[in-house]
């Protein structure tokens, strides 16, 4: 069944005691993927850390992945973390580790631990972005692409309802960012809700879908339009 796993209704966001967005109504079904797009400073960022919990939803009603976020408690938001992927622009590793560590220490810190089992998700989530040889490798011997790729297995070790995309091709060129959408497009099609945040309209030539527009503190959907 389709249902949404993302809503808003009459929500506020709020950056610093500043009004980013207003009246935001919203509804995101769990197989869509989502662009936000919009200029530096319009929102998009506040808007994704309100759906990870970063930032408290003040007025209004939100729901993630079976979470209210206007009543979200501080002890709630590392459970609603693991219903969450979240990708960023400039990849987030561990440089001191290799690419299993790096998996391993998110796995660690969201509570496996089965060896084995975590043994076996590693190289599940590494073959699922091409990086099945490359585990031993540390990230800086791993090109951009490679280290976005995995970015993506950390953000899929949980097996999220949502994967949430801060920038992901930010930092990469053309063809690696083909290659990244693509990677991002299986995902989706396997049942993965995904919003991705992005200023590279070039996307959208590859793949067109539904867009949220952050602009002028309104929330504009490509859906309504």
């Given at each position: 069944?389709?249902e949404s796993v993302i809503s808003f209704v009459n929500a506020q966001i709020f950056q610093n005691n500043n009004l980013v967005l207003k009246n935001?109504?919203?509804?995101?079904?769990?197989?869509?993927?989502?662009?936000?797009?919009?200029?530096?400073?319009?929102?998009?960022?506040?808007?994704?850390?309100?759906?990870?919990?970063?930032?408290?939803?003040?007025?209004?009603?939100?729901?993630?992945?079976?979470?209210?976020?206007?009543?979200?408690?501080?002890?709630?938001?590392?459970?609603?973390?693991?219903?969450?992927?979240?990708?960023?622009?400039?990849?987030?590793?561990?440089?001191?580790?290799?690419?299993?560590?790096?998996?391993?220490?998110?796995?660690?810190?969201?509570?496996?631990?089965?060896?084995?089992?975590?043994?076996?998700?590693?190289?599940?989530?590494?073959?699922?972005?091409?990086?099945?040889?490359?585990?031993?490798?540390?990230?800086?011997?791993?090109?951009?692409?490679?280290?976005?790729?995995?970015?993506?297995?950390?953000?899929?070790?949980?097996?999220?309802?949502?994967?949430?995309?801060?920038?992901?091709?930010?930092?990469?060129?053309?063809?690696?960012?083909?290659?990244?959408?693509?990677?991002?497009?299986?995902?989706?099609?396997?049942?993965?809700?995904?919003?991705?945040?992005?200023?590279?309209?070039?996307?959208?030539?590859?793949?067109?879908?539904?867009?949220?527009?952050?602009?002028?503190?309104?929330?504009?959907?490509?859906?309504l339009l």
């Amino acid at each position: 069944m389709n249902e949404s796993v993302i809503s808003f209704v009459n929500a506020q966001i709020f950056q610093n005691n500043n009004l980013v967005l207003k009246n935001i109504n919203l509804s995101i079904l769990q197989s869509e993927l989502v662009y936000l797009i919009g200029k530096t400073g319009s929102g998009k960022s506040s808007l994704l850390k309100t759906l990870y919990g970063e930032l408290p939803l003040q007025e209004g009603q939100g729901f993630i992945a079976g979470f209210s976020l206007q009543n979200l408690k501080s002890r709630e938001i590392p459970f609603l973390r693991r219903k969450l992927g979240i990708v960023f622009q400039d990849f987030q590793l561990l440089y001191d580790r290799t690419a299993f560590q790096n998996l391993e220490f998110v796995m660690k810190a969201t509570g496996w631990d089965n060896k084995k089992k975590i043994e076996e998700k590693i190289a599940e989530v590494l073959e699922k972005v091409g990086l099945q040889t490359k585990s031993h490798k540390m990230p800086h011997q791993l090109s951009g692409g490679e280290q976005q790729r995995l970015g993506i297995a950390r953000a899929l070790v949980n097996n999220p309802t949502i994967l949430l995309a801060d920038e992901p091709t930010g930092n990469l060129d053309p063809e690696t960012t083909s290659e990244i959408l693509q990677l991002m497009l299986k995902i989706n099609e396997g049942g993965c809700c995904m919003i991705i945040a992005t200023h590279d309209y070039t996307l959208f030539e590859m793949h067109n879908s539904r867009t949220l527009k952050c602009d002028q503190g309104e929330l504009i959907d490509s859906a309504l339009l």
